[in-house]
């Protein structure tokens, strides 16, 4: 029970956990390819949060820093899928998941 | 009163940044309208870089606010807009059989996670990195950066790499025609 000593601490956990939970909600329940995007993005999020609220308890840099790498690879990330979303509209004038189903056919 | 200011305000301003953070995530998954999904979206991100402001993560608060909401949604808006999507087609499972999966395993993940902060780590060797000593070696985005130019360097290089590579895909993806 070392970590919840700082009262700022265990609510920024639950925030973290939250916001990972709610994206993951949100990806099983969305139809739409840029809402997917975005409550990954959600869930990125939420792993930043923890990530830096750790680094705070335990007086260690390294979380933060491995923060700055997931926001770049973050936005590698959103870059390459709404390029694929782009080319996607552009062959099947939609962003739907319904209908992708070429491969199954 | 001075007491409040000194140590209640912050709490409170704390509790309300997470407080708007899950209710515009809530917003994310509920709204419809991709537009106003993204702009609950940009509402998360600006909470989530209070909340690292005020647990002293100032360079990560800053690089969230620019990157993050700046850069990433703005592209996202700007894919929306481009496409004008307005509503996607069976968006949401009508069906109502579906909206269980959703809720149960968000809960489910959540109280996981509630359970493993609530026991907490037996063994927490804290490193050096206290606020007093970020403090005199010149602030968190000094230290920051001298970890960053020295331990992991070569995390660095490879994500400049990796984002080369990213601007070529992304520019290959949404071309019209290749060569």
């Known amino acids: 029970m070392n970590h919840l000593g700082d009262p700022f601490i265990f609510p920024a956990l639950i925030t973290g956990a939250a916001l990972f939970a709610i994206g993951l909600a949100g990806i099983t329940l969305r139809r739409s390819l840029i809402a997917i995007l975005m409550c990954i993005e959600l869930m990125l999020s939420g792993v930043n949060l923890t990530l830096v609220t750790f680094s705070r308890a335990n007086q260690d840099m390294s979380g933060q820093i491995m923060v700055f790498f997931i926001v770049t690879v973050a936005a590698a990330e959103g870059a390459i899928g709404l390029g694929l979303l782009i080319a996607l509209y552009r062959n099947m004038k939609e962003v739907g998941t319904a209908h992708l189903n070429q491969m199954k056919e | ?179």
């Open chain 2, 1 to 179: 009163m001075t007491d409040f200011i000194q140590n209640g305000l912050p709490l409170a301003l704390f509790v309300i940044f997470c407080t708007l953070a899950v209710v515009s995530a809530l917003g994310v998954v509920i709204l419809r309208n991709p537009v106003s999904s993204a702009f609950s979206l940009i509402l998360v991100l600006l909470n989530i870089a209070g909340i690292f402001a005020m647990q002293e993560a100032y360079f990560i608060s800053a690089v969230q606010i620019i990157v993050y909401a700046g850069a990433i949604m703005v592209l996202f808006i700007f894919v929306i807009m481009l496409l004008s999507i307005e509503r996607v087609e069976l968006d949401m499972p009508t069906n109502k059989a579906f909206w269980p999966v959703p809720i149960v395993l968000g809960i489910a993940f959540f109280f996981g996670m509630f359970v493993v902060f609530l026991k907490g780590s037996t063994v927490a060797i804290k490193g050096p990195f206290t606020s007093q000593a970020v403090e005199a070696s010149g602030g968190n985005v000094r230290v920051v950066s001298e970890l960053m130019f020295s331990d992991y360097i070569l995390p660095f290089l490879a994500m400049g790499m990796l984002l080369s590579i990213a601007i070529v895909g992304a520019v290959l993806l949404a071309k019209r025609k290749v060569d």
